[in-house]
Structure formats: structure tokens, C-alpha cells
């Protein structure tokens, strides 16, 4: 099976994300459900939200905060998945509880393994 990297999207305030923490707590279920029914059928790898604090690092600059794109739009958690068909991750990536968010998205990524050696 091949592994595929969900990167879960969606926008942000200046200072954190626009979803409240009773947002979050309500929305849990969904999210135990939605990912539960990847992980009852052995295809979760791992899985997890990220905190809104963050740095960038480049070249010869770190930057405090989270990277956003232009329109505020930030990386706010991950899953990564292992199936046969990229179908089946698209299917699950459309149902992704984050959806329901403006702004929000599911940027789904195959994984290429580093070789044996």
C-alpha cells in the first residue's frame, strides 16, 4: 500500500485559529468518527492537529509565527493514510470534518519511502 500525507488547511486570525475552543470540543466526535473509520480499517498511520505557534526557518531568516499564505490560510494538522487507491483517500479527504470551515481545504500528498538500504 501507498502512504498518502493529508495536510489539513484553513484560515486563521492574526492571532490564532478562528475556531473557538468549544468549536473544537464539539467538532470532536466528527473528528473521532471521521478518523476512526480510517483506523478500523488498518489504514491510519498517524494523525494530529498542530498548534497555531510556530516558526519559519529559511535560508538566513526565522520568522515568529505560523507560516500563512497570503489570504491568511494555514496548515492547522495532518493525517497520514495508506491505501491501494488514491479514490479512497480523495473520498475520505471530501467527508474530512474541516471542511465545514471557510477557507478550509485537504491537500492530499503520496509519500514517496526513502530506499532500503
Excluded at 507560516?67 to 475520505?92: M, N, P, R, T, Y
Aim: glycine share 6%; aromatic share 10%.
Amino acid at each position: 500500500m501507498k502512504e498518502y500525507l493529508l495536510l489539513f488547511r484553513n484560515a486563521s486570525k492574526p492571532d490564532g485559529y478562528f475556531a473557538s475552543s468549544e468549536d473544537m470540543a464539539s467538532d470532536l466526535p466528527n473528528w473521532q468518527s471521521w478518523i476512526g473509520t480510517i483506523a478500523l480499517q488498518g489504514k491510519l498511520v498517524h494523525t494530529a492537529p498542530m498548534e497555531y505557534q510556530g516558526k519559519l526557518v529559511a535560508k538566513e531568516l526565522v520568522q515568529e509565527g505560523p507560516h500563512k499564505q497570503s489570504d491568511s490560510i494555514l496548515v492547522s494538522g495532518f493525517l497520514i493514510c495508506k491505501s491501494d487507491k488514491i479514490e479512497e483517500v480523495e473520498a475520505w479527504g471530501a467527508n474530512c470534518p474541516i471542511l465545514k470551515y471557510p477557507g478550509s481545504s485537504v491537500e492530499i500528498r503520496p509519500l514517496i519511502p526513502f530506499p532500503n538500504q
